[in-house]
């Protein structure tokens, strides 16, 4: 059984993502659900061609399908506000294989739009350190630095529509990065890398390291531990927690 509190409203605050995208909040189950406008439409629709039926408890046909949900539900994460007010979040799509996208919305006049090129093109924001990711992108300065999931190289990107992604770092390197942090004094990105170029059964070493914008080198700068997570750099970028 469902129930539906519209267009937020029952006591439902709305969220940052409620603004982006026309949804409704469906509580299933227990679980509270954003369903996008396409998936409103299409359960009256097919309730009613169901016509009215009787069943007994638990036993009925129900036009909501987990395959339905599924497939429409998006998944919305990673949103940051830029400097001139532009938003920007990831967006996982059932629809495209599970695809994380990165999407930009415009302060200036609302116009939402994929910054991530087509699916054919076989970018994919996802990053493999630690096995289950997080932090896979920085949106600053007018640009995107993301891992891309298929190459697991770092990747940068104007958000400019109509822009190409540009591999940052070596192909053969066998690094994974994640939680950028932009260092723009030294022209560099601060991130955590994790090093699997040992091979075999070696366990992979962990470091916070810089990636040189100009030239991709990698360079440690902190090693010893076997786990780093969400790194921060103070204002004047003199230290680092």
């Not at 039926?53 to 987990?66: R, T, V």
């Not at 949106?139 to 990747?155: E, R």
């Not at 940068?156 to 004094?185: H, I, K």
């Not at 991709?216 to 969400?230: E, I, R």
């Amino acid at each position: 059984p469902t129930q539906s509190f519209g267009m937020f409203t029952g006591g439902i605050r709305p969220c940052l993502f409620s603004l982006l995208l026309p949804c409704q909040v469906t509580v299933l189950c227990g679980v509270i659900l954003l369903l996008p406008a396409c998936l409103q439409c299409s359960a009256p629709a097919a309730q009613g061609a169901m016509g009215k039926q009787q069943a007994n408890l638990g036993e009925w046909d129900s036009p909501i399908s987990s395959e339905l949900i599924v497939s429409k539900v998006l998944r919305l994460g990673s949103a940051s506000v830029l400097a001139n007010g532009d938003i920007t979040w990831v967006e996982m799509r059932p629809s495209e294989q599970g695809r994380s996208v990165l999407m930009h919305r415009s302060a200036a006049d609302g116009a939402t739009r994929d910054v991530t090129p087509e699916p054919s093109s076989g970018f994919n924001l996802r990053t493999r350190v630690h096995e289950y990711g997080g932090g896979e992108h920085l949106a600053a300065g007018g640009k995107v630095y993301f891992s891309n999931f298929a190459d697991q190289l770092v990747y940068v990107q104007e958000l400019a529509l109509g822009s190409t992604p540009v591999a940052l770092t070596a192909a053969d390197a066998q690094q994974r990065f994640a939680n950028y942090v932009l260092d723009e004094p030294r022209d560099r990105l601060v991130v955590v890398c994790e090093d699997h170029s040992k091979g075999g059964d070696q366990e992979a070493s962990n470091s916070i390291a810089a990636i040189d914008l100009s030239s991709g080198t990698v360079t440690q700068l902190v090693t010893g531990h076997d786990f780093f997570s969400s790194l921060v750099l103070s204002p004047d970028g003199s230290k680092m927690a």
